[in-house]
C-alpha cells in the first residue's frame, strides 16, 4: 500500500499455540489480536448492531479431522470481542447440512452456548450492489452479513481441490448462501474467473479482522479429506490476502501456486508481495513445517501452461468416483452447480455390485471441473484424477 510516496506495510500478527488447550488458544488470539491493536480497534463506533463471527463449518466433521475452525479458537474470539463490549452471533453458510447440524458436530454449538451467544443461519439472501466489482457486480449475501456492524473471519488453513488452498480469502464464500454458492460456481466455472470473484467478494464483505486456525491444518486431499498437520500457529490480519500468504509461506508453499493469489497481485487487491507485508510477533522461523502437500489438482503443471477453454479438460484434474466407497448418499450431485451428477442404478451397466445398489455417475461433457462433489462426498468416495496433458508434463519434469 502506497500513501504519498510513502509504503506502508500490512500487518501480519503471529502467534504460537502448540495444542487446542483452551488457555493455550485465547493466550495467542489474545496476543495477536493485541499485535494489530486490541478487539477495540476493529469494533465500529458507537457500539451498535452486532458483530458477525464466521468460521469455517463447511460440514459436519468432529474437530479432530482438521476440516471446520476449531471451537476452541471460536470460543476465544468470542469471548475477546465479548469483552471488548460487543454483541456476537456465529453463522455460516455450510457446504452440507444445516448450520445448526454442522456446528453440533464441530463443537461450535457448545462454545457458543456456554458463551452465550446466537447461532445464526445464514439461508436468508439479500442482493447488494458492488460496482468496484472486477468481475462481479452484485453479490447475494447472508442477510447477517449485510445487516452486521462489523464481520470477523475465522478461517482454517487447508488445502482445497480447486483454489489450491482455502484460509482467510475463501472462507468468505460462506457469507453466500448455499443456493446462490452453486449458481456462482457455475458462472465463475474457471479458477481464473472464481478467484477474482472471491477478491470481489472480500472487498464487498471488509471483514474488520481475519483470524486463521492454523494449530492443526490439513495438507494433501482438502478441504475435506486431507491429512492433519501439526503447525503449531495463530494468524491475524486486517488485509485477508496478506494473512494466506503468510500461511502458505510457513507451510513452504510459493503463495503464487494459488489461483487466487496470483489474481491478486496482477490485479492490486491485497498486498502479497514481501515488502508489503510487516510479520510481528513470533519469528516464521520458529515454525518448521516440512512437506507440506498441496491437492493432485495443484501439482506444478499451473505455471506451465496457459489453459484456454478448449483444452482445460485434458488439463485439469478429473472427479472419479470409487464404487467401493460410495455409498449413494446423493451429497454430490446436490452440491454439483452443473448438474452433472447423478446417483442411482446403471441399469445395462456392468453389474457390479456397487453399480447395482446404486453410485454416484459424473458426465464428463457436463463436468466444470469445480470439484464440489469432491470437497462434499462424507465419504470421500470422490478422488482428483491428474488430466492427461498434465499428467504427461508432470512426467516431463522429473527429467528437467
Not at 252 to 267: F, S
Not at 336 to 363: L, Y
Request: hydrophobic share 45%.
Amino acid at each position: 500500500m502506497r500513501t504519498g510516496g510513502i509504503t506502508l506495510k500490512i500487518k501480519v500478527a503471529l502467534a504460537t499455540c502448540r495444542s487446542y488447550s483452551q488457555d493455550n488458544v485465547s493466550h495467542a488470539v489474545g496476543l495477536a489480536t493485541d499485535l494489530l491493536g486490541g478487539a477495540e480497534a476493529f469494533l465500529p463506533r458507537p457500539r451498535d448492531g452486532f458483530v458477525v463471527v464466521k468460521p469455517n463449518m463447511l460440514s459436519p466433521y468432529p474437530p479432530e479431522r482438521a476440516v471446520t475452525t476449531h471451537p476452541a479458537v471460536v470460543g476465544a474470539v468470542l469471548d475477546l470481542f465479548k469483552q471488548a463490549g460487543a454483541k456476537v452471533v456465529v453463522g455460516d453458510s455450510p457446504g452440507h447440512g444445516s448450520v445448526s447440524g454442522v456446528a453440533a458436530k464441530c463443537g461450535i454449538a457448545a462454545v457458543c452456548r456456554e458463551a452465550g451467544v446466537d447461532l445464526v443461519s445464514f439461508d436468508d439472501g439479500v442482493a447488494r450492489k458492488h460496482p468496484a466489482g472486477r468481475v462481479c457486480k452484485e453479490f447475494v449475501l447472508a442477510r447477517p452479513i449485510v445487516d452486521a456492524s462489523a464481520v470477523i473471519n475465522i478461517g482454517k488453513m487447508k488445502t482445497h481441490g480447486f483454489m489450491t488452498f482455502t484460509g482467510a480469502v475463501k472462507n468468505l464464500f460462506g457469507c453466500i448462501p448455499g443456493a446462490e454458492k452453486l449458481r456462482m460456481h457455475l458462472r465463475y466455472n474457471d479458477p481464473r474467473a472464481f478467484s477474482l470473484m472471491l477478491l470481489d467478494l472480500a472487498g464487498l464483505v471488509k471483514p474488520r479482522l481475519s483470524i486463521l486456525d492454523a494449530v492443526v491444518a490439513m495438507d494433501g486431499d482438502g478441504p475435506s479429506h486431507g491429512r492433519p498437520r501439526h503447525i503449531g500457529a495463530i494468524l491475524a490480519s486486517e488485509d485477508p490476502v496478506a494473512l494466506d500468504v503468510v500461511a502458505l509461506r510457513l507451510a513452504g508453499v510459493d503463495p503464487m501456486r494459488v489461483p487466487y493469489l496470483r489474481a491478486a497481485r496482477e490485479v492490486s487487491a491485497g498486498s502479497t508481495r514481501p515488502e508489503e507485508i510487516e510479520v510481528v510477533g513470533a519469528p516464521p522461523e520458529e515454525f518448521h513445517v516440512t512437506g507440506f502437500a498441496l491437492p493432485p489438482a495443484a501439482r506444478a503443471t499451473s505455471g506451465i501452461f496457459t489453459v484456454v477453454r478448449a483444452v482445460r479438460k485434458h488439463v485439469t484434474a478429473i472427479p472419479w468416483v470409487d464404487a467401493a466407497k460410495c455409498v449413494a448418499c446423493g451429497v454430490c450431485a446436490e452440491s454439483c452447480p452443473s448438474g452433472a451428477i447423478t446417483v442411482g442404478s446403471a441399469g445395462t451397466a456392468a453389474g457390479t455390485a456397487a453399480i447395482a445398489r446404486g453410485t454416484a455417475m459424473i458426465d464428463r461433457h457436463r463436468c466444470i471441473r469445480c470439484f464440489c462433489c469432491h470437497e462434499m462426498c462424507p465419504e470421500g468416495a470422490i478422488s482428483l484424477r491428474r488430466g492427461v496433458i498434465a499428467s504427461i508434463a508432470d512426467r516431463a519434469l522429473e527429467w528437467l
